[in-house]
């Protein structure tokens, strides 16, 4: 059942809202409660902050009639004040139960609905009365203590200014964005009008009072933009939320020691991009723990500590997020890699280690579905690259052997509004997004040669590729004449030259997805509307440095 | 209805919808099948009008790169991008030419909408089931199955689209 045909909807998206961090939040102290037990540390501040959590989540889930939530709430509840007194108990046993109690909870929560199946619920119910029967205490006393420990729990969101605070359902959001698109083509539509208005009439004071208009409009819609943006930004923290139980998972089914480091959790990122960033993350993880780390065994003999480290850290990188997933395992196998290449027939003779290791982003090249069969989780390299560069993205890849791998992510904050250049080639217009744009250039027919049928130029002291923009986008030259201006796109370490007709300008312009019926067309990224009315095609740019397109 | 016409019908899937709900009935009037037909050079295509969300004028299609030969482009429709498919060369014939009587049936099928450009758009009407034929046996091949029958009424062949096959949604 969807939410919009549950007449509790709001209700209901409330509750997950509400419910689901904290949920979150409790998996995560269970797993480091567990790592902390194997070292030997008691964690009783740990136990103690989960109780407030689940003593919220039970209540909310009673509230709202949501049986398999509160019993789960309420087995752990008392699983965690027993094992408050009883530190005999404390250790991989209890820690089992309460992580897999953890990890459900946030699976029912996060797919919660009036049908939810309380089968798992009640097996494990059962499964934590039967260890707490195995324990011989239980008095009435301690029945009370636990009562007062309750209180004093402060609750979480009831922190300053929470009376500020109102719950929006995204896709609110979503249609206000819409609407601002709107103005924002109707603003460009205005200033093509002025333009044209003012070559007619010329200059008057209502003329200049229109551009003043127009001018100070262009300034709301800014500022109505960012600020729109702002309400639109979640912490990383959201989506980092569930991975210390999944790799806890992936660990244990593999037999490996990892201890997961989260930092930059507060670096924040638009929901529409979050979204589609858990799964791509999520396989790298569990890649890492599969793949990258080695077993405690292997380690030591490595002179390594038996407990492999996975980072996760996240940072604001001049306008845009970087994500890096980086492990101290093994590193990655640059033979290997060159032999499976070999027997897919492809041409690695002249390729570097580095040029090696970014085949494992191929498909059929990365060792993926390995990771698919034996965890039931992941998508394959290649599918978590290709996710990543359709939000705009970049993924590389560095690793040494036998010190480790790390794989880099730059996304931009926000997929909503990109602020491009407005180029035409072979009468089409076309949008590059400026955070991928270093400089435009009038092309001098003799500033560009031709070395093996390939246009190249000197651009700062540097000898760069430059395209044609016809040949990219297969168009090839409708006008015969030869392109007055080159863009030079970058895109991490790679960059080009684009040879276009005209540059038309800056604008704000709106992203709109591919209709399924393009296929994936490998130059673009997405569509938008002009000022005009006119639809143009968002250039793929990571994708056009990587080769894709028309190259003669 | 005769056999004949059973297995005329039975091929027409997207069509089912379109038949009055009594149809089995001998008495009831002989069902009809409700049609938007259009013109690709000098041939009449139907595709059922409970397909039809509208028909626009070509305003600019823009041109996308490295797209299946079938897609035209895309095109603005009220702040919405449309996919257009160019069904010309879906159905073999050339690259159309975009002429002041050309026109962007709007289509929704199977829950997506989609542009198909066309050379002209001739009516709706109404052709009795009876008077649908299978398409000739020579003419129809894996890569044609989209033609579903062809209606020989009032001195007009129409040619039954199948949208599904025809925007190969189904694949």
């Known amino acids: ?106 699976d029912l929560i996060g797919d919660a609905s009036p049908e939810t199946d309380g089968t798992a619920a009640k097996a494990f119910v059962e499964e934590v009365r039967r260890f707490l029967a195995a324990a011989p205490e239980s008095s009435s006393a301690e029945r009370d203590r636990r009562q007062t420990d309750r209180r004093g729990q402060p609750r979480i969101g009831e922190g300053d200014g929470a009376g500020n605070v109102v719950r929006v359902d995204f896709r609110r959001l979503d249609a206000m964005l819409e609407l601002l698109g709107e103005g924002l083509i109707q603003h460009s539509g205005l200033t093509e009008l002025y333009r044209r208005l003012q070559r007619r009439v010329g200059a008057c004071p209502e003329m200049e009072e229109l551009d003043q208009t127009v001018l100070s409009l262009q300034k709301t819609l800014t500022r109505l933009e960012s600020t729109l943006m702002e309400t639109r930004l979640l912490p990383v923290s959201t989506v980092f939320g569930r991975f210390p139980r999944l790799v806890r998972d992936v660990a244990h089914a ?77 590193g990655l196998d640059a033979d290997a890699i ?54 705009g993205g970049t993924i590389d890849v560095e690793s040494l052997p036998g010190r480790g791998t790390a794989f880099t992510l730059s996304l931009p904050v926000t997929l909503a509004i990109v602020r491009s250049l407005i180029v035409e080639v072979d009468r089409e217009r076309y949008a590059v997004p400026l955070s991928h744009v270093a400089e435009t250039v009038r092309a001098e027919p003799e500033a560009i040669r031709q070395i093996n049928n390939q246009g190249v130029t000197q651009w700062r002291g540097d000898l760069i590729h430059v395209a044609d923009g016809g040949a990219v986008l297969g168009t090839g030259g409708l006008s015969g004449a030869p392109r007055s201006y080159y863009v030079v796109m970058t895109a991490g370490a790679r960059r080009r030259g684009l040879l276009v007709d005209r540059l038309i300008g800056h604008q704000d312009i709106v992203v709109k997805g591919l209709d399924p019926a393009l296929g994936r067309p490998p130059v673009v990224s997405g569509t938008t509307i002009l000022g005009d009315g006119r639809v143009a095609c968002i250039l793929d740019v990571v994708r056009i440095l990587e080769g894709a397109g028309h190259v003669n | 209805m005769s056999t004949e016409g059973r297995a005329a019908v039975e091929p027409l899937l997207g069509f089912a919808d379109t038949l009055p709900a009594a149809a ?124 579903t029958g062809v209606a020989r009424w009032d001195s007009r062949l129409i040619m039954l689209l199948e949208l599904d096959k025809v925007l190969l949604l189904n694949g």
Not at chain 1, 70 to 97: K, N, S, W
Not at chain 1, 362 to 371: C, D, F, I, K, M
Not at chain 2, 67 to 73: C, K
Not at chain 2, 78 to 83: E, M, T
């Open chain 1, 1 to 106: 059942m969807t939410l919009e045909e549950n007449p509790f909807g709001d209700l209901l998206q409330d509750y997950i809202v509400e419910c689901l961090p904290l949920a979150e939040e409790v998996g995560h102290a269970f797993v480091e409660l567990e790592r902390r037990w194997r070292d030997g540390e008691p964690g009783d501040e740990l136990l103690a902050s989960v109780k407030g959590r689940l003593h919220t989540i039970k209540g909310n889930s009673a509230m709202m009639g949501l049986a398999p939530m509160r019993d789960v709430a309420h087995a752990l509840e008392d699983a965690c004040g027993f094992l408050g007194r009883a530190a005999a108990r404390r250790g991989d046993e209890a820690a089992a139960l309460l992580v897999s109690g953890g990890g459900l909870l946030v």
């Open chain 2, 24 to 147: 089995p009935n001998a008495s009831a009037p002989a069902p009809t099948l409700h049609l938007l037909t259009f013109t690709l050079d000098r041939e009449e295509y139907g595709i059922p009008v409970t397909q039809v969300r509208e028909v626009i004028r070509v305003n600019s299609i823009t041109r996308v790169p490295q797209v299946p030969a079938h897609v035209r482009g895309v095109a603005n429709l009220r702040g919405r991008i449309l996919a257009v498919v160019e069904i010309r060369t879906r159905l073999g014939l050339t690259e159309g030419v975009v002429t002041p009587s050309s026109r962007i049936v709007v289509v929704e099928v199977r829950g997506r909408v989609l542009g198909l450009l066309v050379d002209r758009v001739s009516q709706v009407t109404k052709v009795p089931v009876d008077s649908v034929v299978p398409p000739p046996e020579e003419v129809v091949t894996a890569e044609t199955d989209f033609l």
């Open chain 1, 254 to 330: 593999e037999g490996k020691k990892v201890r997961l480091e989260v930092t930059g959790g507060e670096t924040t990122l638009d929901k529409a991009v979050l979204d589609r960033l858990g799964e791509p993350l999520l396989h790298l993880l569990s890649n890492a723990v599969a793949h990258g780390l080695e077993r405690p065994e292997d380690r030591a003999k490595a002179g390594k500590p038996p407990e492999g480290v996975l980072r996760l850290q996240a940072g604001a990188v001049s306008g845009r997020v970087a994500i890096r997933v980086s492990d101290d395992g093994r």
């Open chain 1, 338 to 391: 060159r032999a499976r290449a070999e027997s897919l027939g492809m041409d690695v003779r002249t390729a570097d280690t580095a040029q090696l290791h970014n085949l494992v982003f191929v498909p059929g090249l990365s060792t993926a579905e390995r990771v698919t069969t034996l965890s039931g989780r992941g998508m394959g390299l290649d599918v978590a690259a290709s996710v990543i560069h359709g939000l």
